[in-house]
């Protein structure tokens, strides 16, 4: 496959709680993305990371948090879900060759 | 920052006809191209790229335009087939930062058969 993996695949969630999607790579790239897609949008940059702890803010990082403990896991937090946050979620693995490897994505309802 | 806009949002084309989407960017710095197509439910996978040192590039049925002085890009695909429906995003790196690509809105092309 293409070395990266996101889970879970889908989810159904409720208002108000807690929701932590994961993206795994085996490539040993250094940078990883978040995306949220929605129509009429593309594809917006929630967070990046260039690095073990090192992570940024992209265009949409309200009501969203990262951490990236290891090379090969990202994690996205949605802390207190809201409706606005349904979408589908993708992450995209690169090393500096800027080209994106994207994962399968998570398609994440708040109800 | 980078932005990039993309044309049309929507294109329909008869089977075997041609298909052009048009994207331009803002910063003059940017420096690669790479067009991502996206079939209905699936994640965006690259189909071609091109860098700033380089005018068109083609491969099979796709090519791609690049004119820095006017900062836009093209996608051209020829005899098209219904397999060619998708949404196409182009993008474009700047290289100043690990903020990595900016994206275009997306292109809807529908293939009548």
């Known amino acids: 496959d293409a070395g990266i993996t996101q889970s879970p695949r889908h989810k159904v969630t409720e208002t108000g709680t807690p929701v932590t999607l994961r993206c795994h790579q085996t490539?040993?790239?250094?940078?990883m993305y978040w995306y949220r897609q929605d129509p009429g949008h593309g594809l917006r940059l929630i967070h990046y990371?260039?690095?073990?702890?090192?992570?940024d803010k992209g265009e949409v990082s309200d009501g969203y948090s990262v951490s990236r403990s290891k090379t090969e896991d990202f994690l996205l937090t949605l802390e207190s879900a809201t409706s606005s946050q349904t979408s589908v979620y993708f992450c995209?693995?690169?090393?500096?060759?800027?080209?994106?490897?994207f994962g399968s994505g998570t398609r994440l309802t708040v109800v | 920052g980078e932005n990039v806009e993309q044309h049309p949002s929507t294109l329909s084309v008869q089977e075997g006809d041609s298909a052009v989407i048009k994207c331009t960017y803002s910063d003059s710095a940017s420096n690669y191209f790479p067009w991502y197509k996206q079939e209905l439910g699936k994640r965006p996978q690259l189909i071609i790229d091109i860098r700033s040192n380089v005018g068109e590039k083609k491969d099979q049925r796709i090519a791609v335009t690049l004119n820095k002085t006017a900062k836009h890009f093209s996608l051209h695909i020829t005899e098209t087939q219904p397999e060619d429906s998708a949404v196409y995003f182009c993008a474009a790196y700047s290289g100043g930062g690990a903020d990595g690509l900016t994206f275009g809105k997306g292109t809807h092309l529908i293939i009548q058969p």
């Open positions: 490539e040993n790239h250094r940078y």
């Open positions: 995209a693995i690169s090393e500096p060759d800027p080209g994106y490897t």
């Open positions: 990371s260039y690095g073990v702890k090192d992570t």
